[in-house]
């Protein structure tokens, strides 16, 4: 009898080690190694492999108009890129409790309801726990099919005899494979799962989701192949306690990796922002304070207005503070170093906090102005016009440049009632086909003078 191979395989990134260490070398976590069993596969000779499939040109390739389902819901449309791609495997990842699963049941209840056979395999869940949420969220149809099952050989033969169109996973850290000895989440057996689910999807022509847990360091849990392994990878966010959810792609083979979408958690599921703007300025209030203003930013295709808010105050530490939430941190670190050079402003005895309101992240320069803005009017104690939206992104120099669908800002800052916009100073004439006042500024001086309210001058 053959004597039994082990290895050890880190459970963070998926390093193999034939003996055990302590520290992973690879990621530098501590005792993340575990044993494994280890599969040599059956090599074949290439000279029996039968290739049945045939070489074409790809002129000759003809695409079916049907190729992509919509889903029901627009925003997660958007994020696809228009649909579920036919045969393409999906990653939905978010923390727990984010509702990953509510929204999948709700998309299964749509996609059923238009006629689409769908198997969903509930791996964490009772078939009697998944009715209760289906109740609750009004999801009843003849062509939704619930199974009970961790183990992937039965739920491969379960979608063999069913022969649904759609296959959704509920999770894959909970699926395991009889043919790999360690147990269910381990790097391996993520592996192999995916492997034989991307399988399903490529020859059966099967459309598979599946959804991920986040580890604690907000990546997805499992090896990193993971995500090269799947067609689309989607992140669920947003805080639990609050009841707006984000629905952001980071990759995507058939679309954009640069689209967001808007969803609200209520009582019976989730429901569709259309308007995310007005979602994130509902709460803002004719007299705004110190340290408070609008910027406009860019979600691929969609423009967002959302709130920066601003705190400077005097510090009782030798070093100042510097606290940024919804905005990237090095950015800040910056921005404040171009004001305290360009603009004179005094912030090395001051604690500097930024926040962005309806805790969406924004990480594109075109929010470098009013970051700055909010910045400058807390120290100085006054008070931005509430009409007025700001654009443009800050160079070392203190010079403002221009940014990219200018316009498509600037029509949102309207529809939304806003009478003022600062944008950079166009090398190029601006044609102004807005009902709003275009005030363009070349320097961050002349911007901080401005957006200043009248009503404190």
């Not at 449309?77 to 509510?102: E, F, Y």
């Amino acid at each position: 009898m053959a004597k039994i191979k082990t290895k050890w395989v880190c459970q963070n990134c998926g390093y193999e080690s034939a003996k055990y260490i302590g520290r992973c070398p690879d990621c530098g976590s501590w005792g993340s190694l575990t044993e494994e069993t280890d599969i040599k596969s059956n090599k074949q000779n290439t000279n029996t492999i039968k290739d049945d499939t045939g070489v074409c040109l790809i002129k000759e390739i003809e695409i079916n108009e049907s190729i992509r389902e919509t889903t029901g819901f627009e925003e997660l449309d958007r994020v696809l890129g228009g649909g579920l791609v036919q045969g393409s495997l999906i990653l939905l990842a978010g923390d727990p409790g984010i509702g990953k699963s509510t929204l999948i049941l709700q998309t299964a209840g749509n996609l059923c309801n238009k006629g689409k056979k769908l198997l969903y395999v509930c791996a964490e869940e009772s078939g009697s726990q998944v009715k209760l949420r289906a109740k609750r969220l009004n999801v009843n149809s003849d062509n939704l099919y619930v199974y009970s099952q961790t183990n992937l050989e039965a739920v491969i033969n379960q979608t063999d005899t069913l022969k649904p169109e759609i296959l959704v996973i509920d999770s894959i850290q909970s699926i395991y494979t009889s043919n790999i000895t360690s147990s269910s989440g381990s790097v391996s057996q993520i592996r192999e799962c995916t492997n034989a689910l991307m399988d399903i999807a490529k020859n059966k022509n099967i459309t598979v989701i599946v959804i991920g847990h986040v580890t604690k360091e907000g990546n997805i849990a499992g090896p990193k192949v993971l995500e090269h392994m799947v067609d689309t990878v989607i992140y669920f966010e947003g805080d639990k306690y609050k009841s707006q959810r984000l629905l952001r792609s980071i990759k995507n083979r058939f679309g954009s990796t640069n689209e967001i979408g808007v969803f609200n958690m209520a009582e019976n599921g989730l429901e569709e922002v259309t308007n995310p703007s007005e979602l994130f300025m509902r709460e803002k209030k004719d007299n705004i304070a110190p340290g408070s203003v609008i910027i406009a930013t860019s979600e691929g295709t969609r423009a967002l207005l959302v709130e920066v808010q601003a705190l400077v105050g005097t510090t009782s530490y030798p070093s100042p503070r510097r606290v940024s939430t919804g905005v990237e941190f090095n950015r800040l670190l910056q921005i404040i170093a171009v004001l305290e050079k360009r603009i004179g402003l005094n912030l090395s005895k001051h604690d500097v906090y930024v926040n962005v309101t309806g805790g969406i992240e924004i990480d594109e320069p075109a929010a470098d102005l009013g970051i700055a803005l909010a910045i400058a009017t807390c120290y100085r104690d006054v008070v931005v016009d509430s009409d007025c939206v700001i654009i443009g992104e800050i160079s070392l120099s203190g010079e403002i440049r221009n940014v990219s669908n200018l316009e498509k800002r600037i029509y949102e800052a309207q529809k939304l009632g806003f009478k003022k916009a600062i944008i950079p100073k166009l090398s190029k004439k601006f044609t102004n086909e807005f009902n709003i006042e275009i005030i363009q500024v070349p320097r961050l001086m002349d911007a901080i003078t401005a957006c200043v309210s009248k009503k404190q001058n």
